[in-house]
DNA sequence: ATGAAAGCGCTAACAT
DNA sequence: ATGTTAGCGCTTTCAT
């Protein structure tokens, strides 16, 4: 059906050896031969059929991004970011997403199956034993979750946690509570812990409230049962820091519903600065996820090139985002 | 270096064609052997090779997305849709996105490249004759573009224009302005009609604003700039309609910055009902985004089962959300 | 400078 | 029931 490199041998009285070596600008042909093959090839409309070039060259020209859930801005928007970066290299993306954190496996054993992207992206998915297993061989870039045995970009969670504790006592705050997730992945444990140091420090008691809400804590429902949990505290909090930008939605919705608002009632720090994040002026930590993403996609095809090199941990430094939600108590 | 039916067939002492029919799940083998064969390839941790398998199938198993830009929650959103329906699906999923609407033919190239892709899911890209030539003997499901040689999913733009100035005029606003986009793609371009329509029935006249902002006019940028130059007019509206959410919330920060306020100083209704127009309490009118997406995938399946079947145009119906920003005037 | 031929790893007739 | 073999469309030695 369609033009192949036998075609245009055929037609341009060549071999086909011939044929590929013009097509890959190979320097060993006549700058006739050349100039009549890429004639002809251009005549037929010839294109070059992926997948065969693929199974010769023994590389795809594919990289796949695993992600735990796409109904989240943060991951979207770190998509943005890899999108953006493969845009500009040689490979084509491939996207897997799972349903929840909790099935990411399926997906992921999808994009490293043998022949189909040379390189993966795996987010916010800590990798234990069984992981490891079918990561094996594999060329992986981690992101928002650090392993020695692979590159990563994380942020530093503990610090962003403390930066908005910190924040929140200079703004005069007083009872300074923690929103967090049930169950607790990583960064929000860390995240927690950088607010408790600040708190520490300060001498102050942390007070934390967490919604059971599996398979996925960073929800927008998440945020408004365990600030409900909060509001029927005997002694409301006057800030809250919330382990992420979504949940921190979810819990000015609270608010709102009980007739409070931020930051007159309760100051309000999310993380991660999602694009609402502006629209309503919640102050957050904000991760560059656009950068994120890139990067770990340009480590990932320099590695591709270069599987030697030791494995590097990048850790952005989290910015803190004051917007009106935690404004100083008047 | 890694296990090839090669290997099992040797291992299993049959021959590769037998290997082969066992994991085809062929009913053609003798039991022991098939046993046999499970057991030696589960022990060597057999993975097919997905490229020498989709060469020899004549079939990639994948499907693609072409998008004129991601920095836009529309198609974010409808991204989603198609992510869920191909993860439900046997297919794998490549992303192809341009950094603007103008550059999206290289990337579709790219997508239709022979041996890449089975079918492509090509978003908001007016099929003109260069793109048909493209686009010829492949299997393209069109989304939020209608053309008769293809199967397509849009919403009735024009309906959706209608119901929100109907919307507006029925909420007793007198002056009733469209910011619209330059250079105006087709769907703005029926919303502006629908607009047009429901003024005309009411018998006033249109007030149309637009900024050229290129290469992409449904941006925050455009729509803060619009409505800039509706505020300079001797005798403002008290409503407006745009042909976009990006573009409302654009208008709303220059209506803040002028110390104005909706529904208060200016009713505004915005198109599409991504998620931030729920938090800011925007108006719109209400694209099943997730939907159209889904629905095309589900479409881009059924005919490469079944290339035969006549197009078909899907119009899906908008549907107005009321909220705080077009609220009637007391 | 060019051609012949051996793969790449698998599927699918066609034989037996 | 199983094996042999010819592709799938291309790249890449190895000859000439």
């Given at each position: ?8 041998a ?20 006549a ?16 294109q070059?059929?992926?997948l065969a ?9 594919l990289?796949?991004a ?14 943005r970011?890899?999108?953006d ?30 022949g ?8 916010s ?28 970009f994380?942020?530093?969670n ?5 930066l908005a ?12 509570a923690h ?13 927690r ?31 408004y ?75 990932l ?30």
């Amino acid at each position: 059906m369609s033009v192949t490199i036998y075609d245009i041998a055929a037609e341009a009285e060549v071999s086909i050896a011939t044929v590929s070596r013009v097509l890959n600008g190979s320097p060993r042909v006549a700058k006739a031969t050349r100039a009549r093959v890429h004639r002809v090839a251009e005549r037929m409309g010839y294109q070059p059929h992926a997948l065969a070039q693929s199974l010769a060259r023994q590389t795809t020209g594919l990289v796949s991004a695993v992600i735990p859930v796409l109904t989240n801005d943060f991951y979207m928007e770190v998509l943005r970011g890899i999108q953006d970066a493969v845009a500009q290299s040689d490979f084509d993306l491939l996207v897997y997403a799972a349903s929840d954190p909790e099935h990411v496996d399926g997906q992921l054993a999808r994009a490293l199956q043998r022949g189909r992207a040379e390189g993966v992206l795996l987010l916010s998915t800590p990798v234990d034993a069984a992981r490891r297993e079918l990561l094996n061989g594999s060329t992986v870039v981690l992101l928002d979750v650090a392993d020695a045995a692979f590159d990563s970009f994380t942020v530093d969670n503990s610090l962003g946690g403390y930066l908005a504790t910190h924040h929140l006592l200079e703004n005069g705050f007083q009872r300074i509570a923690h929103i967090s997730v049930v169950p607790e992945p990583l960064p929000a444990r860390e995240r927690r812990a950088g607010y408790e140091r600040a708190l520490a420090e300060a001498g102050r008691t942390p007070l934390i409230a967490a919604s059971d809400q599996r398979p996925y804590g960073f929800s927008e429902a998440a945020g408004y049962e365990a600030m409900t949990a909060l509001l029927a505290l005997p002694e409301r909090p006057d800030a809250v820091f919330i382990a992420s930008d979504a949940q921190a939605l979810g819990a000015l919705s609270a608010l709102r519903e009980a007739g409070l608002s931020a930051p007159h009632d309760m100051a309000v720090v999310g993380f991660d600065d999602i694009k609402v994040a502006e629209v309503v002026g919640l102050s957050t930590v904000r991760q560059p996820m656009h950068e994120m993403g890139r990067l770990a996609v340009e480590r990932l095809v320099a590695r591709l090139a270069d599987s030697q090199a030791p494995p590097i941990q990048h850790v952005f430094s989290p910015t803190l985002v004051v917007r009106a939600s935690s404004a100083r108590r008047v």
